[in-house]
């Protein structure tokens, strides 16, 4: 087996960094628990003790001029508990009134895929939509909740909406039905609180650097700065063109590359494919990680930090504060910021300089939280194209794509293009289409 990465460095968007002497991430910072395929890898690796939680479990909302704290009970954004959030003063009395309004109008027709913000402002109105759903949900994909597929980003929701008439009713026995599943898998004690999140204290980076060494041992060939500039059928197999001029044949391939790179290899050997993966949209963010002098940082800071609702109008969609929700990362007298701009459609930031990002966004968290001076350090990372957008369809759409490359023996796809753009999700993926062209190999060498 041989993996060819175009890039420097394996793992793609998971990249550990350094800033003032600490390690952080620069993409990713952790993943989901309950969706089992990354603590499944860390386990295979050994890893899975290791694993750390986040410190602080509540995020804030920067809404009406402060720090709002968000309310328990939110579902992607959607309040099971109306009253919980009238107390939190996220959104407006006028929102909240409109919200209420769920439980009384009639049923709304469900037919096919349709947005998320679609879903929520028919039934909670928009503000609801704008100030609660679409961070949450906007955040996850850099998106916008009024384009982003329900089906594809947000099947609870989607679920919830088509099981009846109030949307906040659904979520509720949604809610009752996994505690009770939950207290069950327990034997009645109740649901433990188990993590949602997990990471590795080392970084991630060294999650991918320890399946690579596994990887390595076993007898793989890890070949960094090798680019695939092409892909042709060679007798039963395939034949990979390379950066260097150089081909490499192949019994099987999967394409794990994002949708741009997987529709150019796909086009002359599979057009169709190629051409539903070139309309994916995409988006771009810029991770700015920044280092304060704790004196500087009014707190304390008791939550994993705030996101930013688009109507506020500021660069600033989100911001971690990285060393209260990672105990790990900390240096004497330090706080770790990390903050991100740019969503689909927006790409203020990646139109400026460094300086310029660092300065808007320091300006935003200084506003917001009361910061006192600048950063000793700041560290940009752009991410260029890197969120897929999940249009309404998009499931649809990869039924087509995985259909058509079905047709090629040998061949498969996999990454966060397709059916979640979560660290396990892309693990799953990996193993499908791993499993996928390995249940083939012995007709294709025979
Ligand atoms: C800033 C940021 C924060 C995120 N936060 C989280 C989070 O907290 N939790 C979470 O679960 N997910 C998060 N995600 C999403 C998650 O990181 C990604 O969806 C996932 O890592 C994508 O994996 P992938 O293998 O599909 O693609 P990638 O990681 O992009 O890997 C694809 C690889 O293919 C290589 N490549 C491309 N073209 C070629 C070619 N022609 N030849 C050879 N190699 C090629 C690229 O260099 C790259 O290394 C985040 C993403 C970003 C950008």
Redesign the pocket.
């Known amino acids: 087996m041989v993996v060819?990465?175009?890039?420097p460095r394996l793992g793609?968007?998971?990249l550990t960094g350094s800033l003032a002497g600490t390690r952080l991430e620069l993409?990713?910072?952790?993943?989901?628990a309950r969706v089992p395929f990354g603590v499944q890898l860390c386990r295979e690796l050994g890893l899975d003790q290791e694993l750390v939680s986040p410190a602080a479990g509540h995020a804030y909302l920067w809404s009406r001029g402060r720090l709002r704290r968000l309310p328990e009970g939110l579902v992607l954004g959607v309040p099971s508990d109306l009253g919980a959030l009238a107390r939190s003063g996220a959104v407006r009395p006028a929102a909240l009134a409109r919200a209420a309004l769920d439980l009384v109008l009639p049923a709304t027709r469900v037919e096919g895929d349709r947005s998320v913000g679609e879903i929520v402002s028919a039934r909670f109105g928009r503000g609801l939509q704008e100030w609660l759903v679409d961070p949450l949900v906007g955040g996850i994909h850099a998106g916008r909740s009024e384009l982003l597929s329900a089906a594809a980003t947000a099947p609870q929701l989607d679920a919830a909406a088509r099981s009846g008439r109030s949307l906040l009713r659904a979520l509720r026995a949604q809610a009752a039905d996994a505690r009770a599943a939950a207290a069950q898998a327990t034997g009645g004690a109740g649901a433990a609180a188990s993590p949602v999140f997990l990471t590795h204290p080392a970084g991630l980076s060294h999650v991918v650097d320890t399946l690579a060494g596994r990887l390595a041992a076993a007898g793989a060939g890890l070949r960094t700065g090798?680019?695939?500039t092409g892909l042709s059928r060679s007798g039963a197999g395939w034949q990979l063109s390379l950066g260097d001029g150089t081909a490499l044949d192949a019994d099987a391939v999967i394409l794990?590359?994002?949708a741009p790179?997987a529709a150019a290899?796909l086009g002359p050997v599979c057009p169709e494919a190629a051409a539903s993966l070139g309309r994916i949209e995409h988006s771009s963010?810029a991770?700015v990680s920044l280092a304060y002098r704790a004196e500087d940082v009014p707190g304390p800071l008791d939550g994993t930090g705030f996101l930013v609702p688009r109507p506020q109008g500021r660069l600033m969609t989100a911001a971690t504060w990285m060393t209260a929700k990672w105990p790990h990362v900390s240096a004497p007298g330090q706080v770790f910021i990390r903050a991100s701009a740019g969503r689909h459609r927006d790409e203020r930031a990646m139109n400026m300089s460094d300086a310029e990002v660092v300065g808007g966004l320091h300006a935003e968290l200084a506003e917001a939280m009361g910061l006192r001076r600048p950063p000793q350090e700041s560290l940009v990372t752009r991410?260029v194209g890197?969120?897929p957008q999940y249009a309404v369809g998009h499931l649809e759409r990869v039924d087509r794509i995985e259909a058509a490359v079905a047709g090629l023996p040998g061949l498969a796809v996999a990454?966060?293009?397709y059916r979640g753009?979560?660290?396990p999700a892309?693990i799953s993926s990996g193993r499908k289409a791993a499993d996928q062209v390995a249940a083939q190999l012995p007709a294709l060498s025979s």
Request: contains cysteine; negative net charge.
């Open positions: 060819l990465e175009a890039g793609g968007k998971i993409g990713p910072d952790a993943f989901l090798t680019a695939v794990a590359v994002p790179a290899l963010v991770v991410w890197a969120f990454g966060g293009a753009v979560g660290i892309c």
